[in-house]
Nanobody
Framework: QVQLVESGGGLVQAGGSLRLSCASSGRTLSIYTMAWFRQAPGKEREFVAA????????YYADSVKGRFTISIDNAKNTLYLQMNSLKPEDTAVYYC??????????????????WGQGTQVTVSS
């Protein structure tokens, strides 16, 4: 089992920045890929970014490319999402996910993946 706890959400004005963190514990050595997803009210969950835990390859949704940066500190078992140039349409609950498979890298979670409880990001115009 892997436990994930997100933090760092909040309220920010458009154009501002936030950094989300996701602390992982448990069987972290089993993790192959980690990712961020988000879900806005009334919308489906949306892939944001992913990273291979060892190697650091990254993949982004077109909507955040050039504005968001995903990174990982394996020594601290912590995943990050640096969000710059935030827009009101970035408002959502952001979730951290971890998987032992590569599927998560392209935003295709499976039933065996692990999820955090989410952190709210609100961008005001």
């Amino acid at each position: 089992q892997v436990q994930l706890v997100e933090s760092g959400g909040g309220l920010v004005q458009a154009g501002g920045s936030l950094r989300l963190s996701c602390a992982s514990s448990g069987r972290t050595l089993s993790i192959y890929t980690m990712a961020w997803f988000r879900q806005a009210p009334g919308k489906e969950r949306e892939f944001v970014a992913a990273i291979v835990r060892l190697g650091g390859n990254t993949y982004y949704a077109d909507s955040v490319k050039g504005r968001f940066t995903i990174s990982i500190d394996n020594a601290k078992n912590t995943l990050y999402l640096q969000m710059n140039s935030l827009k009101p349409e970035d408002t959502a609950v952001y979730y951290c996910a971890a998987s032992a498979s590569p599927n998560l890298y392209y935003g295709r979670p499976t039933k065996d993946d692990y999820w955090g409880q989410g952190t709210q990001v609100t961008v005001s115009s």
